[in-house]
């Protein structure tokens, strides 16, 4: 059974096509479980996002979305959250959903994964930016908001690499994230950006196995062809290290698929 639980629409100003074809490719290339995951609203960052007046009409498009395939496609409806104290809103953390991918693009405001402030990196110590990073991520992981963990190590984006070795910096954030009962996605966006891998990366994913912390799958669509996008790189890599599960979700509530 093929899950992938972290894709976009229009409405975040950012990605192409439409609910319909990004539900017709998924049938097309054997997704049974497909879930939309708007960058949720926030009073931050606000022309890549859902607007909050247009939360109503994302939830009625996506609903009627799940009731027209019913018969060929199971359709989940969720948020992908970016984690800024202070600019969260309860309408999104209280919403009525599937899940909530809760997610790490900022760092004190700096959108590091944004190729228009790639600049940033210039003037930062590489190492610090990754420990603020998973700082970051530990931070959501005990707010006790989320589901999912958003594309872990999306700090790599860019290839600034640091020297400390990437399981000692995130040590803490993943018992937080295994402390919360979050489920970790394998994001496959990656293998479209300049670090050329999946998010997380193996030695990530490895330690993950090692504490018992179960996994979902993630094309992180912002395009019709980019469904189901390195699915079966994804789910050869997380088999060889050892899962067998995966993890979807019914109304905040999560169950164990065999893939």
């Given at each position: 059974?093929?899950i992938?639980?972290?894709?976009h629409?229009?409405r975040?100003?950012?990605?192409?096509g439409?609910?319909?074809?990004?539900?017709?490719?998924a049938?097309?290339?054997?997704?049974?479980?497909?879930?939309?995951?708007?960058?949720?609203?926030?009073?931050?960052?606000?022309?890549?996002r859902l607007s909050?007046?247009?939360?109503?009409?994302?939830?009625?498009?996506?609903?009627?979305?799940k009731?027209?395939?019913?018969?060929?496609?199971?359709?989940?409806?969720?948020?992908e959250?970016?984690?800024?104290?202070?600019?969260?809103?309860?309408?999104?953390l209280?919403?009525?959903?599937d899940?909530?991918?809760?997610?790490i693009?900022?760092?004190?405001?700096?959108?590091?994964?944004n190729?228009e402030?790639?600049?940033?990196?210039?003037?930062?110590?590489?190492d610090?930016?990754?420990?603020?990073?998973?700082?970051?991520?530990e931070?959501?992981?005990?707010?006790?908001?989320?589901?999912?963990v958003?594309?872990?190590?999306?700090?790599?984006v860019?290839?600034?690499?640091?020297?400390?070795?990437v399981?000692?910096l995130?040590k803490?954030?993943?018992?937080a994230?295994?402390n919360?009962?979050m489920?970790?996605?394998?994001?496959?966006?990656?293998?479209?950006k300049?670090?050329?891998?999946?998010?997380?990366?193996?030695a990530l994913?490895?330690e993950?196995?090692?504490?018992?912390?179960?996994?979902t799958?993630?094309?992180?669509?912002?395009?019709?062809?980019?469904?189901g996008?390195g699915y079966?790189?994804?789910?050869?890599?997380v088999?060889?290290?050892?899962y067998?599960?995966?993890?979807t979700?019914q109304?905040?509530?999560?169950?164990?698929?065999?893939?």
């Amino acid at each position: 059974m093929r899950i992938d639980l972290h894709n976009h629409t229009t409405r975040c100003n950012h990605a192409e096509g439409s609910v319909d074809e990004y539900i017709q490719r998924a049938i097309e290339v054997g997704i049974d479980i497909y879930g939309f995951s708007e960058h949720a609203p926030m009073d931050f960052d606000e022309k890549y996002r859902l607007s909050f007046v247009d939360m109503h009409a994302y939830t009625h498009e996506i609903l009627q979305a799940k009731e027209k395939y019913k018969n060929d496609i199971h359709i989940l409806l969720g948020y992908e959250v970016d984690y800024l104290p202070g600019h969260m809103d309860d309408r999104v953390l209280n919403a009525n959903v599937d899940y909530l991918i809760g997610s790490i693009h900022f760092i004190d405001k700096w959108g590091f994964d944004n190729p228009e402030f790639i600049g940033g990196w210039k003037s930062k110590n590489i190492d610090e930016i990754w420990q603020a990073y998973f700082e970051a991520t530990e931070a959501m992981a005990k707010s006790g908001n989320f589901d999912i963990v958003g594309h872990l190590d999306l700090i790599k984006v860019f290839k600034f690499m640091p020297k400390t070795d990437v399981r000692t910096l995130a040590k803490n954030a993943l018992a937080a994230i295994k402390n919360a009962n979050m489920v970790l996605e394998i994001n496959t966006a990656g293998l479209r950006k300049p670090i050329g891998e999946l998010y997380p990366s193996r030695a990530l994913l490895e330690e993950a196995y090692t504490l018992d912390i179960p996994i979902t799958f993630s094309s992180d669509a912002h395009a019709v062809d980019q469904i189901g996008f390195g699915y079966d790189l994804a789910t050869t890599l997380v088999k060889d290290i050892g899962y067998t599960q995966a993890v979807t979700f019914q109304e905040r509530d999560r169950q164990l698929i065999t893939f």
